[in-house]
């Protein structure tokens, strides 16, 4: 059924990297979230309505929220096709973010409410009359979210999209709770023990815990989330395959939403070498990062000097110094001023985010361990944030 509806519904479906191609498989996603979603509220609040059960109607506000969030998530992928314009010029994609956002807090509002009906309902309780279209009702809705959340997962697998992956989980959550309202239907008509509003209660509760899982997934990259380390991982391993790189360092991601990332890093280079030698290497590496990873890359040439073997024993030194106060540690961009008195090391020290130890603190640890074994060097040291955590052999 999946498959048909996308070899059906979308052109050359198998291009999932081309932007028209995958605003095309959200859409369809939306669309079928609206439709199933609509029929499925429609079915459970007439039968809650007509029956009186407050467990039923919270499970068709529900669907009703869900199918909200379809309308929102089709809008989303819509509006994140649209081109870059004068205004926006790294594009609209973060529309996509922008809409699972407004999804989240509608789904909050709404479990809210439920959970203010159910509470009343405790108060004021009314009997609930049982009927075998009730059960149907909800085994159908059971099979029917079972399938959107397969169908969720396969799409937002096959596109990368995290908003159809949060769908598909809420699909399945929704599986979790339909079931927990048959049981309560049997169980109050087999036992005749009155369990509907309590289980209303726990359905809105239910609604509400996954409304802020999905506030915090969607606020995550809007805010600026770190970088996948497996794709710092990849980007490090292909700039260092590169014959005449010796390191990089500053790498930095910004995600302007899905499919259209930005980044920048520095990458070392041996001073010796002709300057359009390293030129065309450094465009070679942004080509196949945008090829390869569908990063739009620029690249900041470091030059250090690898002929003069005393500064590279120096540079390898002085990296054991630092690393014997916390592994983590690491510098690039060393210059050694040499004066009458003493010689000046002059280097950048990298430290990870929400680093433990002071800047001052760690300049002085490394300082006082330089001079304590090279009492000739002054450290001159400029501490700064790791905005991704690129590993060093």
Known sequence: MSDLLIRTFIKDYQSTSTPAVRNAYGKLAGLVGILCNLLLCVGKL???????????????????????????SFLGFKLAGKPADEDHPYGHARYEYLSGLIVSILILLIGVELLKSSFDKILHPTPVLFSPLTV???????????????????????IDSQALIATAADSRNDVISTSAVLISTLVSYILHIETDSYMGLLVAAFIIYNAFGLIHDT??????RAPDPDLILK????????????????????????????????????????????????????????????????????PIITKDEAV???????????????????IH????????????????????????IPAPELRRAICEKVAK???????????????????HN
């Open 235 to 302: 980007i490090r391993d292909k700039v260092l395959s590169y014959p005449g790189v010796f390191g990089i360092h500053d790498l930095m991601i910004h995600d302007y939403g899905p499919g259209n990332q930005f980044a920048s890093l520095h990458v070392e280079v041996a001073a010796e070498t002709d300057v359009l030698e390293n030129h065309d290497m450094i465009d070679n590496i942004e080509h196949d990062i945008q090829s390869e990873f569908g990063i739009h890359t620029v690249i900041h040439m470091d």
């Open 333 to 356: 961009d060393l210059r050694v001023v040499a004066g009458p008195t003493h010689t000046n090391l002059v280097f950048d020290c990298v430290v990870p985010t929400g680093y433990s």
């Open 312 to 330: 590279g024993d120096l540079r390898h030194w002085l990296s054991d110094r630092v690393r014997e106060i916390d592994p983590v540690l690491s």
């Open 46 to 72: 007439t039968v809650g309505m007509l029956f009186g059960s407050m467990a039923v109607t919270a499970d068709a506000f529900n669907n009703l929220s869900d199918a909200a969030s379809g309308v929102i």
């Open 373 to 391: 074994a090279r009492p000739e060097y002054n450290c001159v040291i400029t501490v700064e944030n790791s905005i991704a955590a690129i590993p």
């Open 219 to 224: 606020t995550d990259p809007l805010l600026g």
């Open 136 to 158: 149907a009702i909800l085994i159908v809705s059971i099979l029917v979210k079972l399938w959107m959340a397969a169908f969720n997962r396969k799409i937002g697998t096959r």
